[in-house]
């Protein structure tokens, strides 16, 4: 492998490494980072700066997450030898911070999504891969990379909450054979689930559920949705990671075939989250200069909650 290319060497000649997470940060992006920044830690003796969008309570158990700094508080004047970003799908899920990417002296992207552009200098992206996080237990696997049970912990993270704890249509033989390495590395299935899935605080299910008993049908109950107002966001107290799952929850009804959220993040502006069981979402938001995978996709519309959800409906009804 040519060293222009070799991660391995251009990690041992970066000083500073930056890791980006995506904006509105999930387990793969921010599993994918903390992992990484243990085996960057662990095979070379060297620290990764990790910056994310904002902190998300589900994950506190990553040991790296309590170093990252927030979007908000990062140092727009440094220079990285090395920037990584990890599932981040476009140049503006980085926002603010893109800055830093643009300013480093080598960039490297490494993503799952099939929309990715390729806009680093290097690029590593296998949109068969079920998550970002399985790709980085590869290239670790690849260069002979010891993984301890913290990267473990991080990456199976990672994996699990992408596939939707194998039950999506991503998860390949493949994911079930890196899985199996990390439960070699130390990694235990069951406490990883619990600590993803079952340590949500008491305001973020009874937000879930207000969100859920206001949801709309329509179409023959083909399409269902819920818009979220930062009002009742307020109300409850709950984080910026409040909808997670819940267009997943609303996708499970039997007679539903597509889902979607509607999210004010302000009063002109609405993030989509877009699900489906056999629809293709991500041409849906492309058109809105969004993307994602097949059959789960985002957005960010300038539009008030109520104007982005007609805007969904009436694209959705042309497909379905």
């Avoid at 508080?73 to 990417?101: G, N, W």
């Avoid at 559920?209 to 329509?218: G, P, R, S």
Wanted: some cysteine.
């Amino acid at each position: 492998m040519n060293s222009d290319n070799n991660i391995e060497y251009i990690i041992k000649n970066s000083k500073k490494i930056l890791l980006i997470t995506h904006i509105n940060p999930d387990g793969d992006t921010l599993g994918s980072a903390c992992g990484l920044a243990s085996i960057v830690k662990t095979n070379f003796k060297k620290n990764c700066d990790i910056l994310i969008d904002n902190f998300v309570e589900t994950y506190s158990f990553l040991e790296n997450l309590k170093s990252a700094k927030l979007y908000s508080d990062a140092d727009k004047s440094l220079v990285y030898d090395l920037v990584i970003t990890l599932d981040v799908a476009s140049l503006d899920r980085m926002e603010q911070v893109k800055v830093l990417f643009d300013k480093a002296k080598t960039t490297i992207n490494i993503d799952h999504h099939g929309t990715n552009s390729g806009f680093a200098q290097i690029n590593i992206i296998e949109p068969e891969a079920s998550s970002t996080g399985e790709i980085v237990v590869k290239i670790a696997g690849d260069y002979g990379w010891k993984i301890t049970k913290e990267a473990a912990d991080a990456l199976y993270a990672a994996i699990l909450t992408d596939t939707g704890s194998f039950r999506y249509s991503n998860t390949s033989a493949d994911t079930f054979k890196i899985a199996s390495k990390l439960l070699d590395c130390g990694t235990v299935p069951d406490e990883i689930a619990k600590k993803c899935y079952d340590s949500y605080p008491k305001n973020f299910v009874m937000f879930q559920n207000y969100c859920l008993n206001k949801a709309v049908f329509t179409d023959d109950d083909k399409i269902a949705y819920t818009c979220v107002f930062r009002k009742d966001i307020e109300k409850f107290k709950v984080g910026p990671d409040c909808t997670e799952g819940l267009t997943e929850k609303l996708r499970s009804i039997v007679s539903t075939e597509t889902a979607f959220i509607a999210k004010e993040l302000a009063p002109n502006l609405t993030k989509i989250s877009l699900r489906s069981k056999n629809t293709d979402v991500s041409k849906i938001c492309s058109l809105f200069g969004g993307g994602g995978h097949k059959f789960a996709a985002g957005c960010t519309i300038k539009a008030s909650v109520k104007q982005a959800a007609e805007k969904i409906l009436a694209e959705l009804r042309k497909v379905l």
